[in-house]
């Protein structure tokens, strides 16, 4: 199975980027904002460490939208690109300069398997959970 570095980038090649580590987590999101971001019933995102990753062409075409109304209380930021509207990552206020929540459909491998469904209350009753994932019906914790 493929591993670091990863490589990624938007829908029209603008924005390119690199990452060094493996995710500190994979996880499915069913949260209404990332649910309506992904123009699905959930979102992959994988965690890593800002410092992993590294931008290599495009950063004058990532753009920010802060949401505000969180389950946690606390704003995050959506990063996308400015040309061809693919959201990138999302940066919780709680994660600043610290964690990047990565849509892992922007990497090149699509070998990273959730290992948590998080805000599973709005999975839609029609979908099972994975099998031997952890489940959380909110947020996760860490």
Not at 15 to 24: C, D, G, K, V
Not at 71 to 82: D, Q, R, V, Y
Request: glycine share 8%.
């Amino acid at each position: 199975m493929p591993g670091p570095p990863y490589t990624g980038k938007c829908l029209c090649g603008a924005i390119n980027f690199t990452i060094a580590s493996e995710p500190l987590a994979v996880l499915s999101c069913f949260c209404q904002h990332c649910s309506k971001g992904a123009g699905s019933t959930n979102q992959l995102i994988a965690k890593f460490a800002c410092k992993e990753v590294n931008i290599s062409s495009g950063q004058d075409h990532i753009s920010i939208y802060t949401l505000t109304d969180t389950s946690s209380g606390l704003s995050k930021e959506k990063a996308f690109c400015t040309t061809c509207g693919v959201p990138l990552w999302t940066i919780p206020a709680s994660a600043k300069d610290a964690h990047l929540l990565v849509r892992t459909s922007v990497l090149s491998s699509h070998c990273l398997k959730p290992t948590s469904e998080i805000f599973t209350k709005y999975r839609p009753p029609w979908m099972s959970a994975l099998e031997g994932v952890t489940q959380y019906e909110e947020a996760r914790k860490g």
